[in-house]
């Protein structure tokens, strides 16, 4: 494995920083990331402070994945997710310039800054991937992020190099220096009934996708809408009997740690650069991650 | 020398590199220091992450966090960051929740112009508790404080870190606290010093900043019953039209600075401590300049008793 990355879950008692700080001590080689926090749960000197710290513990092994957040969680959180675009280009702008040592004032909406400067010194590179979806904030990636971290249909991730390829070109930007990673629900299937596991991974990650996208994965909003609906009233397991077997194999990859090895290696014809085995696993995820890692190195 | 049954920790401020500030910790502890207070402000380093730093590199010594202001960070991630380090190396941590340095606050956009600030601090620490003691987690918990309302609000806190030096002062904000504290209730004192051998030009310019810097962000309340206010207008003045600090720490007069601050050489630091012991003071953290370097801090260490 060459990184892992830590998704932030605001309804959990962690907090992502202090966690992914943890993990860098414990380790000496692989990368570690945050994949995703918003720029709308924390200030944004905070983000690019704990980012600078992080790059120094992990001595530029940290990445940062920054994107607008799960619509559900901003639902719950009562935080407003319009203007996604401004929201990400003026959260990476800021964060470069802090990073830089640039004293800074900055006022938005979101932003306010006055003759801020950092006092620390930021050491060493930190990387930001955008944890992005539509075709707008794809092509923002690639104008000013440093890779993009795609999640949803397979369909859907198809397109996005196109997206991203339209950002990298307004900066005559080379698709070589830019990273696309791929995040997909992993399940380890040993007997039928694991999947629904692969079922309920579906049905959240779904209920999170914006109509941009299931429009570019050809996927009609008639299927979604319910499952977003019950997924809100009555919760992810009712929600998840809605997933059809056709969109259980567009969003998650399951079966043999073979299979999903298979499976995830497929992805590269569409320019990935990197696979994230996501969760939920399997049933024991300890050994589903293990398994799945060996099948990795085999297919190599 | 009798046993002074104090704390003693020294305050670090997080904008060194992570490596400085591990390195000079790891020092605190060899030279038997109790606790590191690890800062957290907009220009500096995230405070938590460093403390996970901190406490990988050492065994026993015990991690403050703060001051940590609930106008900058939600009750959560405080909670979350306390749960997250506790998980990993144990039992180790305690926070200082307090507004925080508002001019620097206001530079990254929270308004720290709330009405009944205190309350605000006092539904912080609920919350926070809880979320402690529902993941079984039983961290202390200070309120940093000056005036008298902040004074008050800290009785439903485990202590409070008083942000003045003097022994008038400090008797002062225990009278107001003592009477309806619970019984193991703690009183410390976090404040600029400089405790010195050799003494030095550059540590103790710095300390005249630092404590500058608090005497012109104490409450009215707390200057005006000192008479201290008269006495800082023209500083205040100045600060206020945007002057440099520089030139604003030439107006503040000598006895202000000390109020403030813990300046004193190596051989009187026992007698000051001895009063404070004799008024109920039970942690004191020597801020900055006194981690200006690993020499300053071992000048503090061996100045200390019991050590």
Known sequence: ?300 | MEKVDIDFAVGLNAYETVEEIVGKCVEAERLGLDYVWIGDSPPHLYCPSVAAAVASRTKKIRIGLGLLSPLLHTPDQISGSIISLTEAFGDRFEICLGVGDRSQLSRVGVDTKLARVWDHMLKAKRKIARSLSACGVATKIWLGAQGPRMLAASKSFDGVLMNYASPRMIKWAIDKVKPDAQKDFDFGIYAPSYVYRKWRPQAYRLLRIASAVVALGAPTAVLDEFGLGKRLQRAMEEHEAGAKIESVVKRVPSEVVYSFSIYTPSSKLRNYLRELGGLGISHIVFGFPQNLSKVTIRDLANALPNR
């Open chain 1, 1 to 300: 494995m060459n990184c892992i990355w830590i998704r932030e879950a605001l309804n959990t008692q962690r907090d992502i920083f202090t966690v992914t700080s943890i993990i860098l001590l414990e380790t000496s080689r692989i990368k570690v990331g945050i994949g995703i926090t918003s720029p709308l749960v924390r200030n944004i000197s905070t983000i690019a402070r704990a980012a600078a710290t992080l790059s120094q513990i992990g001595r530029g092994r940290f990445r940062l994945g920054l994107g607008v957040g799960g619509l559900q969680s901003l639902v719950r959180l009562g935080l407003d997710a319009a203007r996604p675009s401004a929201l990400m280009r003026d959260a990476a702008t800021l964060l470069k310039r802090i990073w830089r040592g640039e004293t800074v004032t900055f006022t938005s909406d979101r932003f306010c800054l006055s003759n801020y400067y950092a006092r620390y010194k930021a050491g060493f590179a930190t990387p930001i991937y955008f944890g992005v979806r539509g075709p707008r904030l794809l092509a923002l990636a690639g104008e000013i992020a440093d890779g993009v971290i795609l999640s949803g249909p397979k369909r859907y991730m198809k397109k996005t190099v196109a997206a991203v390829d339209q950002g990298l070109r307004r900066r005559r930007r080379c698709m070589k220096s830019f990273r696309f990673i791929v995040w997909v629900p992993t399940v380890i299937v040993e007997k039928k009934s694991d999947l629904y596991l692969a079922r309920e991974a579906v049905a959240t990650v779904l209920a999170d996708t914006p109509e941009a996208v299931l429009e570019m994965a050809d996927i009609a909003q008639e299927r979604v809408k319910p499952i977003k609906a019950i997924m809100a009233e009555k919760g992810v397991k009712r929600a998840s009997r809605l997933v059809a077997e056709d969109l259980l194999d567009e969003v998650a990859i399951y079966g043999s740690p073979e299979q999903v090895a298979l499976d995830l290696r497929s992805l590269e014809k569409y320019g990935v650069d990197e696979t994230i085995f996501g969760p939920p696993y399997g049933r024991e995820p300890a050994k589903a991650v293990r398994e799945m890692t060996e099948a990795w190195k085999r297919s190599i």
